[in-house]
């Protein structure tokens, strides 16, 4: 490790893409062998009113875990000097993310050229053998390609010891020592930021382009059946548009009286404080609850094109817990088979 080198993580966007930011960062420090400044906050999503602005880092991750991979610091204890800038961050999101840290905003320097997104490790490595003694990097993407590097790191990325107790508590409540749970993320939207006009997906509101309460029920029961799991629970914020509002209501009684599967949700705040008979939870913590849930269940059912479930992905993986296809790729697959069985006529006879 070179002695009081640091990197400084430029943690963007909503709570997942921290997340995913202080996962790369790691990963981005102990191949450049520099101490990692772990940020003092993280900030609530933009549309969560109901959650304080921010909770500290002790209350969302294991800093003594992540310090078992890479050299870890807090900001209160190096002697700041100006960073370099390793990518061009707009101004307010750095000003905002220095803040979480808390550093002074902005750094002046600018790495030339500046580290890309995609890179390869060994490119990461070579761009940032510079003698700044901090270089502060928005490392969403940078490493996305190198899967294996990431999936180490995610090894020591562990939640805070709260967190996981009270994840333990609310699973003994619904599941007692059923080990058999398929854990279920639906990740409902009711903006177009996760839509495209060539596929159809969970996240995206327009009714042509999303996928049905009736098909994400299908993969649900199709998934239980798979694994051969006993139980299920749900994880459904409700951020979906209106008429999606009653949805995970809806599934949850399905799978219990159609399928005869034992189905339990608590996304909703009252529901996760009588599970963990826990006062005080706010939609942020409850969120990272229902994370560890679905870290530490027998198998995993995840939304495509969410960070909520990409975090949850990679838990899974650094520990060898099954991960099963998104519910998109499941529904997108059984529509085209629906659909070649009409293609082809009910009384076709081959005639020789």
Not at 51 to 70: E, I, K, M, P, R
Not at 268 to 285: I, K, S, V
Request: a positive charge; aromatic letters at 8%; charged letters at 25%.
């Amino acid at each position: 490790m070179k002695k009081n080198y640091y990197l400084v993580p430029i943690l963007l966007y909503g709570p997942n893409n921290q997340f995913s930011g202080l996962l790369e960062g790691a990963a981005i420090a102990k191949l450049t062998n520099r101490t990692l400044v772990v940020p003092r906050f993280f900030g609530r999503w933009y549309r969560d009113n109901a959650s304080a602005a921010t909770a500290s880092f002790d209350d969302v991750f294991d800093l003594a875990a992540l310090a078992a991979y890479v050299d870890v610091s807090r900001a209160e204890d190096v002697q700041y000097a100006a960073a370099l800038l390793a990518a061009p961050v707009p101004k307010d999101r750095l000003r905002h993310a220095m803040a979480l840290i808390p550093l002074p905003c902005c750094p002046s320097r600018k790495l030339e050229p500046p580290l890309r997104s995609h890179s390869r490790a060994t490119a990461v490595a070579k761009a940032l053998d510079v003698s700044a003694t901090f270089v502060a990097i928005a490392p969403l993407f940078v490493l996305d390609g190198e899967r294996r590097v990431l999936v180490e790191a995610a090894k020591f990325r562990v939640r805070a010891p709260e967190i996981r107790a009270l994840a333990a508590k609310a699973e003994a409540r619904f599941f007692g020592t059923d080990d058999r749970v398929l854990a279920v993320h639906v990740r409902r939207e009711s903006t177009d930021l996760g839509c495209d006009d060539r596929r159809r997906y969970v996240v995206c509101p327009r009714p042509r382009d999303r996928i049905e309460t009736s098909e994400i029920l299908a993969a649900i029961a199709a998934s239980a059946r798979e694994v051969g799991a006993t139980s299920v629970y749900i994880a459904h914020a409700p951020n979906g548009p209106p008429d999606l509002r009653g949805e995970r209501d809806e599934l949850l009684a399905a799978l219990q009286q159609n399928h005869s599967i034992s189905a339990r949700s608590a996304s909703r705040g009252d529901e996760m404080r009588r599970a963990t008979r826990t006062q005080g939870l706010d939609p942020f913590r409850i969120s990272l609850i229902e994370q560890e849930i679905c870290a530490t269940a027998y198998a995993f059912l995840p939304s495509a094109r969410s960070t909520w479930s990409a975090t949850v992905t990679f838990d899974r993986e650094a520990r060898h817990r099954r991960v099963l296809q998104p519910i998109d790729d499941l529904a997108t697959t059984r529509r085209r088979r629906r659909r070649r069985r009409r293609s082809v006529p009910q009384n076709h006879r081959v005639v020789y």
